[in-house]
């Protein structure tokens, strides 16, 4: 495995993506580096064996997703990953990774920065996966956290700060992606000079914002934790994938099915729960113009549940919907519980039935979005 997952030259713009995912710590208990004295410090710390897959999921997704969808076809990703000691070998053919060390991850964010910034119409996208810890900003930890004995936060960077400085860059067009913790430990004092991480790109003042169209998204909110699966990809990345796929799709001025970015930041907190089966709050940054980022060839699935009030009337309803203006009708016979199915995201006409004629019959027209749809009918006694 080279530095450069994939590249390819094409005229015009494109998306340029730096991925990131930190297992193996070095320097963290079960690390082959020297210790660091006292681990308690950050919260007890150690080896995670989702942060690689995660990055590696998310890198591959991207790269066999078909280039025409994109409004800036994929045009490189740099991938960096540290495998967790117990977790090697990830891609189970013995592949190797260029290492995500501080100084890799400086190295690749500054290559990538100049990629990025060729054409104004290019999209940029920086996904980081591993250890986080919170002052007042998020710090991310490279996998030789712990190296430097007068400062171990000389192996991370701080968020906030590199966002920042980034949106006075181009392109027009950015996404940044933190699957990262936000917990406060001992070792982490208020405010960030105690911790002293630089960030890999420094605001200026005098630089104007240059980013139009900004999809910040963190897994966690300030002071809280994000969750992985053991050797397998975290909630958030895979609700992420998810959202690209068509999770987040809305139609165009054309009915065309298309993910733009202020729907991915609308619909991934729902994405999330449904991923890890319960609530598990992201972080936003501000909400500017959208962009068009994938277009589907169709419409994506919607998961629908169709229900019924009062009560008593859903214990009697035959529930119905079909595809609107014509399609096949599909129903339910009455029961007791709700009505959960997945279907094509559309206009369908929804409706509940009742052969005893206790309730008048009621129907109408809905559009049906992804990811998930709630439709509750409700029946007027006779």
Not at 154 to 175: D, H, M
Not at 245 to 269: C, K, L, N, P, S
Not at 333 to 353: D, F, S
């Amino acid at each position: 495995m080279t530095q450069m997952f994939f590249e390819e030259n094409r005229p015009g713009p494109g998306m340029h993506a730096l991925v990131i995912g930190v297992g193996g710590y070095a320097h963290l208990p079960g690390g082959a580096g020297r210790a660091i004295a006292d681990p308690l410090r950050y919260g007890n710390l150690g080896q995670l064996t989702s942060p690689p897959r995660s990055a590696l999921e998310f890198a591959t997704w991207l790269r066999e997703s078909d280039p025409s969808r994109w409004t800036a076809p994929l045009a490189s990703i740099d991938l960096r990953i540290s495998p967790a000691p117990t977790d090697p070998d990830l891609g189970g053919s013995g592949s190797a990774y260029r290492d995500a060390t501080i100084d890799s991850i400086t190295e690749a964010y500054d290559v990538w920065k100049d990629r990025c910034a060729s054409d104004e119409n290019n999209v940029a996208v920086f996904y980081f996966c591993g250890h986080g810890l919170q002052s007042d900003e998020q710090l991310l930890l490279a996998s030789d956290f712990g190296r430097y004995e007068g400062n171990h936060f000389r192996g991370a960077f701080s968020f906030e700060s590199t966002r920042t400085g980034f949106l006075q860059r181009p392109p027009r067009t950015q996404c940044f992606f933190i699957d990262a913790c936000r917990e406060v430990a001992p070792g982490v004092t208020m405010p960030l000079g105690g911790a002293n991480a630089d960030p890999l790109d420094r605001p200026d003042a005098r630089r104007r914002r240059h980013c139009d169209h900004d999809l910040t998204l963190q897994s966690s909110t300030p002071f809280a934790a994000a969750l992985g699966r053991p050797r397998n990809v975290s909630y958030f990345t895979a609700a992420l994938i998810n959202a690209m796929q068509g999770g987040a799709a809305v139609t165009d001025e054309f009915a065309e099915w298309v993910v733009r970015t202020d729907r991915i930041a609308m619909v991934i907190d729902s994405l999330v729960e449904a991923e890890a089966g319960r609530p598990m709050p992201t972080a936003k940054g501000p909400a500017f113009l959208p962009a068009v980022l994938y277009r589907l060839d169709g419409p994506p699935d919607v998961e629908l549940t169709l229900a019924c009030v009062p009560e008593p009337a859903l214990c009697r309803a035959t529930l119905f919907y079909e595809p609107h203006p014509s399609g096949r009708t599909e129903r339910k016979p009455p029961m007791p519980e709700k009505w959960n199915v997945t279907l094509k995201a559309g206009y369908y006409r929804i409706g509940a039935e009742f052969e005893d004629h206790t309730y008048a019959p009621v129907s109408r027209t809905e559009l049906i979005n992804p990811p998930t749809t709630a439709q509750t009918l409700r029946a007027v006694s006779r």
